[in-house]
């Protein structure tokens, strides 16, 4: 079991930014893969970046466009996500996810290639 807890989100206003933060706790050696999706009222849940927790190769949704950071920090079991450049559009519910599936082969994209999900933390974006 892999528990995982998200912190950081809040209200801020367009162009500023946020830094979410997730912690991971449990069996955290079976963890290959950290990501954060987020989910809008009425939408779909989207990925928003990835992170291979040993060697630390990224990946990010189209949407972000070099705004997103993800990182890794292995000694505090923790992923961050640092947000620059706040839009309304996105405003969501973030969630921390971790895949622990060692023979999963696919996109890190998808929602499937993840295990245990935190319960989210809401960011808003005010125009």
């Known amino acids: 079991q892999v528990q995982l807890v998200e912190s950081g989100g809040g209200l801020v206003q367009a162009g500023g930014s946020l830094r979410l933060s997730c912690l991971a706790s449990?069996?955290?050696?079976?963890?290959?893969?950290m990501g954060w999706f987020r989910q809008a009222p009425g939408k779909e849940r989207e990925f928003v970046a990835g992170?291979?927790?040993?060697?630390?190769?990224?990946y990010y949704g189209d949407f972000v466009k070099g705004r997103f950071t993800i990182s890794r920090d292995n000694a505090k079991n923790t992923v961050a996500l640092q947000m620059n450049s706040l839009d309304p559009e996105d405003t969501a519910v973030y969630y921390c996810?971790?895949?622990?599936?060692?023979?999963?082969?696919?996109?890190?994209?998808?929602?499937?290639?993840?295990?245990?999900w935190g319960q989210g933390t809401q960011v808003t974006v005010s125009s």
């Open positions: 992170i291979r927790w040993s060697g630390g190769t990224t």
């Open positions: 449990g069996r955290i050696f079976s963890i290959h893969t």
């Open positions: 996810a971790a895949d622990v599936d060692p023979l999963y082969i696919g996109s890190y994209l998808l929602l499937r290639a993840y295990d245990y």
